[in-house]
């Protein structure tokens, strides 16, 4: 029996430095020259964060924390991520010593924020990271619903309950590269979560609001890089789309970038990163990377079935099977990009981050699409079809083309 050949597992710090092909933080110099902007913004202030057990909330809490706010107030459903979120900043070299530390474990659209609210003093920043966020989760109308009840609907509700407590901060929420130009449903989701959060009939009055679209979080919970850690971990083939560049930052820059936007930003605007064309990274080379830091030689493979048959022959000879698909699954696009047809970059006080200013919706319509998918997610006799609700979509968001091919990616490696 052939021993299989011992190797090295890396960090995520050096796995992510090695795909973005950076030791520094992209936005070092943003952080440092407006070190006392955001001292000012953040220091002494009351905040919320929904959705903050993520990778990219959490990230953002440490970033935060940095700044000395009075209060951090964190709301998931994800019982085991707050816990983790809890243990990762107790464990941190100094210690912890924000006192007004809560992690409160429920649904921040439902009936119970409202007594959360009710219950705190006001706060000066909101962030919202919650958001159903993965292109696969669009397969069927149940699904496309929830999508935009997380990503649409529960955050105008918010910002109502917010606005009937008074509330006159800053409210932040997360977009992704995905909502220019969308070819999914999720994006245009997205799209439509930004037009919610600059809406003058929906956010409080007195109040400001920004978004942030940006790259891929490298090796985040549930992204393609993640799950080929996850795989080599386990002895698993991987799987990478053909012929597909994506933008890539790290975990730490998701978190500047998010506090930055959030303390920062221009009222009603959108904060993106300044990458190029030559920043696309091919996902493909990005598997290769990953395999090569845990010591392996990649060896691509065309069929599904003998890639996940080949991982211990493979291996047995310092080889790690990489298994290359077709893009052709329903909303994925061979690259990205971070500006929409309609909308045009302004210059920023930013080095690494231009600012967008989205084009104006209706309001009227915005809200019409808002009250009826609340409606369908709340009566069960309203009946609707997914693709009555993708005609809805695309009144608000024009731009929005889905690319149905009858394949998701739940049917693939």
Same mark, same amino acid.
């Given at each position: 029996m052939n021993e299989l050949p011992t190797v090295r597992r890396p960090g995520i710090a050096e796995l992510s430095a090695a795909v973005v092909g950076r030791q520094s933080s992209l936005f070092s110099s943003d952080m440092k020259s407006h070190g006392a902007a955001l001292r000012d913004a953040i220091s002494d202030r009351r905040v919320l964060v929904i959705g903050g057990a993520g990778s990219i909330g959490s990230h953002t809490i440490r970033t935060l924390l940095r700044f000395f706010p009075a209060a951090v107030h964190v709301v998931d459903v994800n019982e085991n991520g707050l816990t983790d979120l809890v243990r990762d900043l107790r464990a941190a070299p100094g210690g912890f010593t924000l006192r007004d530390f809560r992690t409160i474990p429920l649904d921040f659209g439902s009936a119970l924020m409202e007594r959360v609210l009710d219950e705190q003093a006001s706060y000066d920043l909101v962030l919202n990271f919650a958001a159903v966020k993965h292109v696969r989760s669009e397969k069927d109308l149940f699904s496309l619903l929830h999508m935009l009840d997380t990503n649409v609907v529960k955050p105008a509700r918010l910002l109502r309950r917010l606005g009937e407590r008074g509330f006159t901060g800053r409210y932040?929420?997360?977009?992704?590269?995905?909502?220019?130009?969308?070819?999914? !449903?999720?994006?245009?989701? @997205? =799209?439509?979560?930004?037009?919610?959060?600059? $809406?003058?009939?929906?956010?409080?009055?007195? +109040?400001?609001?920004?978004?942030?679209?940006?790259?891929?979080?490298?090796?985040?919970?549930?992204?393609?890089?993640?799950?080929?850690?996850?795989?080599?971990?386990?002895?698993?083939?991987?799987? !990478?789309?053909?012929?597909? @560049? =994506?933008?890539?930052?790290?975990?730490?820059? $998701?978190?500047?970038?998010?506090?930055?936007? +959030?303390?920062?930003?221009?009222?009603?605007?959108?904060?993106?990163?300044?990458?190029?064309?030559?920043?696309?990274?091919?996902?493909?080379?990005?598997?290769?990377?990953?395999?090569?830091?845990?010591?392996?030689?990649?060896?691509?493979?065309?069929d599904e079935d003998s890639a996940k048959a080949a991982v211990s022959r493979e291996r047995a000879t310092g080889g790690h099977p990489v298994l290359l698909t077709p893009l052709d699954t329903s909303g994925e696009k061979a690259y990205e990009e971070f500006v929409g047809e309609d909308e045009t970059v302004l210059g920023s006080r930013f080095d690494a981050l231009a600012v967008i200013r989205p084009e104006n919706r209706s309001d009227d319509a915005l809200q019409r699409f808002v009250d009826d998918i609340e409606a369908l997610v709340a009566e069960s006799e309203r009946e609707a079809t997914k693709e009555q609700v993708l005609r809805r979509m695309r009144e608000i968001v024009p731009l929005f083309e889905h690319a149905e091919t009858g394949r998701t990616l739940d049917s693939r490696l």
């Open positions: 932040f929420s997360v977009s992704t590269d995905k909502a220019a130009n969308p070819v999914n !449903a999720m994006g245009a989701s @997205k =799209r439509i979560m930004e037009m919610v959060g600059f $809406s003058p009939s929906i956010l409080p009055p007195g +109040a400001t609001a920004s978004s942030a679209r940006f790259a891929n979080v490298a090796f985040s919970n549930g992204s393609v890089l993640a799950s080929f850690v996850h795989r080599l971990d386990e002895g698993q083939a991987l799987a !990478a789309p053909r012929d597909t @560049k =994506r933008f890539f930052i790290t975990l730490q820059e $998701s978190g500047e970038l998010c506090t930055l936007a +959030a303390a920062l930003a221009p009222s009603s605007s959108l904060l993106i990163p300044k990458l190029g064309e030559a920043d696309l990274l091919e996902i493909s080379t990005v598997a290769e990377i990953v395999v090569r830091l845990y010591g392996y030689e990649p060896r691509f493979y065309d």
